[in-house]
Antibody
C-alpha cells in the first residue's frame, strides 16, 4: 500500500526548535516530490514548499522561505519539516503529500503542532 | 490570501447537484492543470480531480471537473450526506520569480 505516515502531535513552547517527519512506503520515494502544507485552525490549505528526495532539490513558498527548513533522508524514505525557533503563530496542522501528475495524490495523516507558553 | 477564489459555501438537498467555481488568472489556472481536493471533517485532504478533469482510481463519476480560461469548476451530482466537506482547488502559479503551488480559498459543501 502506498502511504505517507507522519510523526505524532507535538506541544512546544515559543522559541523551541522542532523537526517533524513524513515516511513514505509502498512506492519509489526518491522518484516523487514531497510537499508540505499548513492548515491553521479553522483555516484553509497553504503550500509551504517541496523537496525531491532523489537529490534534495528544494523549493519554498515565498511566504515560508527562511521560516522553515525542508529536508529529506532518502536512505530511510523520510522527509522532514523543521523550525529553529517556534512562534505561537506556527500552531497548525501540517500535512505532507506526494506530487504525482501535477497534483498531490497521496497525503499523510497530518501532524498537529501546538506552540504555547 | 489565496490567488484562487472560491465561494465560501454551497448547499443542496440530497440527490441534487452542486457546482463549485475556482477563479484565478493567466499566471495560474490559465496556463496550468487544476486539481480538486476534498477534506472531510477532521481528516487529511484527498485528491478528487487532477489534470482539470481526470479522476483517480476509486473516485466515483459523480465528481467531475472542467476548466475554461482562467476558471475551473467542480461538479458533484447525486449529492450524498457523506459529501459534506471542504473542497479546495489547486494549481501551480508563476506570478512570482519562483513557481509555487496555490490552493483556493475553500468551499464548504452542506447537504440540506
Amino acid at each position: 500500500e502506498v502511504q505517507l505516515v507522519q510523526s505524532g502531535a507535538e506541544v512546544k513552547k515559543p522559541g523551541e526548535s522542532l523537526k517533524i517527519s513524513c515516511k513514505g512506503s509502498g512506492y519509489s520515494f526518491t522518484s516523487y516530490w514531497i510537499g508540505w502544507v499548513r492548515q491553521m485552525p479553522g483555516k484553509g490549505l497553504e503550500w509551504m514548499g517541496i523537496i525531491y528526495p532523489g537529490d534534495s532539490d528544494t523549493r519554498y513558498s515565498p511566504s515560508f522561505q527562511g521560516q522553515v527548513t525542508i529536508s529529506a533522508d532518502k536512505s530511510i524514505s523520510t522527509a522532514y519539516l523543521q523550525w529553529s525557533s517556534l512562534k505561537a503563530s506556527d500552531t497548525a496542522m501540517y500535512y505532507c503529500a506526494s506530487l504525482g501528475a501535477d497534483a498531490f495524490d497521496i497525503w499523510g495523516q497530518g501532524t498537529m503542532v501546538t506552540v504555547s507558553s | 490570501q489565496s490567488v484562487l477564489t472560491q465561494p465560501p459555501s454551497v448547499s443542496a438537498a440530497p440527490g441534487q447537484k452542486v457546482t463549485i467555481s475556482c477563479s484565478g488568472s493567466s499566471s495560474n489556472i490559465g496556463n496550468n492543470y487544476v486539481s480538486w481536493y476534498q477534506q472531510l471533517p477532521g481528516t487529511a485532504p484527498k485528491l478528487l480531480i487532477y489534470d482539470n478533469n481526470k479522476r483517480p482510481s476509486g473516485i466515483p463519476d459523480r465528481f467531475s471537473g472542467s476548466k475554461s480560461g482562467t476558471s475551473a469548476t467542480l461538479g458533484i451530482t447525486g449529492l450524498q450526506t457523506g459529501d459534506e466537506a471542504d473542497y479546495y482547488c489547486g494549481t501551480w502559479d508563476s506570478s512570482l520569480s519562483a513557481g509555487r503551488y496555490v490552493f483556493g480559498t475553500g468551499t464548504k459543501v452542506t447537504v440540506l
